[in-house]
T-cell receptor, first 110, second 113 residues
């Protein structure tokens, strides 16, 4: 099956800092999603981005499908950005489950 | 509205109990999913229903029994679970097709004693 690797596994930053999270995947994908999992376990959709670039406020994402990686940028970090960020992909058509990376655990200190 | 509702939020059960987890969506999605997430691990796929038919079963033990009564509802029936089955169980749904974006519920946190 498809492999998904995320880096770094852990990241500790001060409030106001910028960060870049990386997701590498081993095969071509039809779907790539970035999620933020809050401390209560809720997976919050950030981006659906199998290719190209998107921005939403302080967050933006870029996927270079031909090189099999995606980047999530967080600017001007806030303490509420803390949590685990997952990249998840599927490579099939139709209704296939997502394969998740191991996540990046982000801690934003005040 | 992109809401997937899961009940209950928390569940404690003994190894001889029978219980059910419920998931509901009203987005008109035709695919629904169950994932299991152990502590400090990523979610792992258990089952996929497509147009109310089971399309993927990731070799899940038979003590987990999924059911899709209609296109809006997904159940997970639990019987004779083991303590190692304690986890966060997440439901998701998606509109099959070109942009198969999955939306997740808040999960049911299950403890098996």
């Amino acid at each position: 099956g498809i492999q998904v690797e995320q880096s770094p596994p852990d990241l500790i930053l001060q409030e106001g800092a910028n960060s870049t999270l990386r997701c590498n995947f081993s095969d071509s994908v039809n779907n790539l999603q970035w999620f933020h999992q809050n401390p209560w376990g809720q997976l919050i959709n950030l981006f659906y981005i199998p290719s190209g670039t998107k921005q939403n406020g302080r967050l933006s994402a870029t996927t270079v499908a031909t090189e099999r990686y995606s980047l999530l940028y967080i600017s001007s970090s806030q303490t509420t950005d803390s949590g685990v960020y997952f990249c998840a992909v599927d490579s099939g058509g139709g209704a296939d489950g997502l394969t998740f990376g191991k996540g990046t655990h982000l801690i934003i200190q005040p | 509205d992109t809401e997937v509702t899961q009940t209950p939020k928390h569940l404690v059960m003994g190894m001889t109990n029978k219980k059910s987890l419920k998931c509901e969506q009203h987005m008109g999605h035709r695919a629904m999913y169950w994932y299991k997430q152990k502590a400090k691990k990523p979610p792992e796929l258990m089952f996929v229903y497509s147009y109310e038919k089971l399309s993927i079963n990731e070799s899940v033990p038979s003590r987990f029994s999924p059911e899709c009564p209609n296109s809006s509802l997904l159940n997970l029936h639990l019987h004779a679970l083991q303590p190692e089955d304690s986890a966060l169980y997440l439901c998701a749904s998606s509109q099959q097709g070109w942009a198969n974006i999955q939306y997740f519920g808040a999960g049911t946190r299950l403890s098996v004693l």
